[in-house]
């Protein structure tokens, strides 16, 4: 069955340092990978995706997030992290080309520290 | 701003009634999504429409109907509504496969 987790309820990181948000999915075939954010009273807004080709993907935001087929992992990261990148993170994965078969993960609450 | 709008932005309501909530996707995109946002639940689908067909179903309890016009625009009807109703429900739209674009949502308080 198709599945998607986001391992960490909640991810604290100094301010200036990297961080990194982490999913793991489950999917047959191969995979539609998405990353969004959410502000507070906000709706979800997307950040990146993996379809297919370089497995290293840059999206907004200086964020960016790499595809790991053998470890079916799709981290996001960000070199140096800002105050105004905490939110919730949301991870979202789809067999190739089924818009029907979208499933989100649980979403990670990100806090960067001043 | 997404492209997507959502009305009304703020919905209180009592107990056993009836609401509507609409929104209208990004010009072009055909998929609509929506999808209801509670603290204790996350983010849940309930259902997807594309070019006027439903085309997936999710979490969606039968309270809860919803529809696409022919202008592509949306409905989701929640009627005989409960406290644990109250939530956040957003709208999405896509491109086919591609990312989907969510609406400001609305908020609804059931009393």
């Known amino acids: 069955a198709q599945s998607v987790a986001q391992p960490e309820d909640q991810v604290n990181v100094a301010e200036g340092n990297p961080l990194t948000v982490k999913c793991t999915y489950s999917?047959?075939?191969?995979?539609?990978l998405f990353w969004y954010v959410q502000y507070p009273n906000r709706g979800l807004q997307f950040l990146l995706k993996?379809?297919?080709?370089?497995?290293l993907v840059k999206g907004s935001y200086g964020f960016e997030a790499e595809f790991n087929k053998s470890q079916t992992s799709f981290h996001l990261k960000k070199p140096s992290a800002l105050v105004s990148d905490s939110a919730l993170y949301f991870c979202?994965?789809?067999?190739?080309?089924?818009?029907?078969?979208?499933?989100f993960g649980k979403g990670t609450r990100l806090h960067i520290l001043p | 701003d997404s492209g997507v709008t959502q009305t009304p932005k703020h919905l209180i309501t009592a107990t056993g009634q009836r609401v509507t909530l609409r929104c209208s996707p990004r010009?072009?995109?055909?998929?609509v999504y929506w999808y209801q946002q509670s603290l204790d639940q996350g983010l849940q689908f309930l259902i997807q429409?594309?070019?006027?067909?439903?085309?997936a179903k999710g979490n969606i309890l039968e309270r809860f109907s919803a529809q696409q016009f022919p202008d592509l625009h949306s409905e989701l009807n929640l009627s005989s509504l409960e406290l644990g109703d109250s939530a956040l429900y957003f709208c999405?739209?896509?491109?086919?496969?591609?990312?989907?674009?969510f609406g400001p949502g609305t908020r609804l308080t059931v009393t």
């Open positions: 999405a739209s896509s491109v086919g496969s591609s990312e989907q674009y």
């Open positions: 999917v047959s075939g191969n995979p539609y």
């Open positions: 993996y379809i297919t080709g370089d497995n």
């Open positions: 979202a994965v789809s067999p190739m080309n089924r818009d029907d078969k979208i499933i």
């Open positions: 010009s072009g995109d055909l998929s």
């Open positions: 429409y594309y070019n006027g067909e439903e085309r």
